[in-house]
């Protein structure tokens, strides 16, 4: 989520003294104070033991509003954010009641916050900010009512210093030479219907996304009386088990590769299937020697082991803004095995909606139609 400083808007907002009424009441970030209260700004921060103990430059509440207007103008310096910041007093700038700190002042506020307020924040906005039933948010009507829900992936740049180093490592090498910011790797779970993230894990660039589902499973975020979509990076037994032991339903693209035993043909041109277990017995992987890995198990017993899916074949023609259309063979699979109460079709166009989670920007304007 990006925006020029230009193109944010300095709105007024008294905000509610704590103590004495002090001209940086009336900061705001345009709509930011709204969606999140002055109120909710000043708990979290009491809570985290960050509220200061004098009168500064740039108050605990306007720093925590000062760093995530960074975050909102990742193209903006310090200098200029503040300047953003500070630019809605203009009678009091005028007066010389007040000056813009300097970039060193929000250094040091920053330190004095700290992550903790941040991190406390989140857990208390995340959510899907809407109720179940509304339009968008849950699948299959009153029969079978799911949350929608995506898992996706992304990487996130972060200052360059000596603990960020150390902690993620450096900046990952590209095509032409190492990149400028040490980076880190982040996993979320997306409501589908609003665009608001659930929960989040996140870990160094060099550690892959399926190692952060395992960590995501772990925060209980996944639960019964939802739908994951994702892609097929996580169509592994390992992970599809992890999702079904919740009790929550899937939808998830698979490998045309994969090998899936077709078990029943069903009307509406899906057919049952099964994902078949691992090849090891225990808790063994592949990277272990034979005897730690335990007992090779046969197809038949992997199948015996294995999880009951229905599999759905379509094609997806997808439109970009420019450049010509392009058609792709998808297969999906599913924990929903009735047709009846989960046609094909809208399971196909029910996956789609997963790639809406990741066109939050304007330069990605795809469209798509479906045939199963």
Known sequence: MSAHPATVPAARLRLKPSGSPHPLDDLGLGAL???????????????????????RAL???????????????????????????????????????????SAAAAVQARRRLGPAPLR??????????????????????????LLK????????????????RKAFGDPPRGRFGSGRYPQIRVLMLIASGTRAVL???????????????DKLMQTGAVRRGMLVLADRYFTGFPQVSQIVRTGAHLIFRTPSRRKLPVFTELADGSYLSVLPGPVYSGKGDWRRSARERGRRLGLRA??????????????????????????????????LLDPKQ?????????????WEAEMCQPQCTHKWELAV
């Open 33 to 55: 104070p709204q969606l999140l209260s002055p109120d909710l700004v000043d708990q979290v921060i009491a809570d985290c033991g960050r509220r200061e103990r004098r009168v």
């Open 59 to 101: 108050p605990a509440r306007v720093t925590l509003y000062f760093v995530l207007a960074l975050w909102l103008c990742p193209a903006a310096g310090y200098p200029e954010v503040l300047r953003m910041l500070f630019q809605q007093l203009t009678e009091q700038l005028r007066a010389g009641a007040l000056r813009i700190p």
């Open 302 to 335: 992997r199948q015996e082991q294995g999880i009951r899916i229905r599999v759905i074949e379509a094609e997806v023609t997808v439109i970009p803004e420019h450049g010509e259309p392009r058609t792709e063979p998808y297969r999906l699979i599913t924990t």
């Open 342 to 354: 989960a046609p094909a079709e809208q399971i196909a166009r029910l996956y789609a909606e997963r």
């Open 149 to 164: 829900v995506s898992v996706d992936g992304t990487r996130l740049d972060v200052a360059d210093t000596p603990a960020n």
């Open 199 to 213: 929960e989040a894990v996140w870990g160094p660039w060099s550690v892959g996304e399926l190692p952060l589902l």
């Open 120 to 145: 406390a924040l989140f857990r208390r906005l995340r959510g899907p900010h809407s109720d179940p039933g509304a339009p968008g948010m849950s699948a299959f009507g009153c029969d079978l009512a």
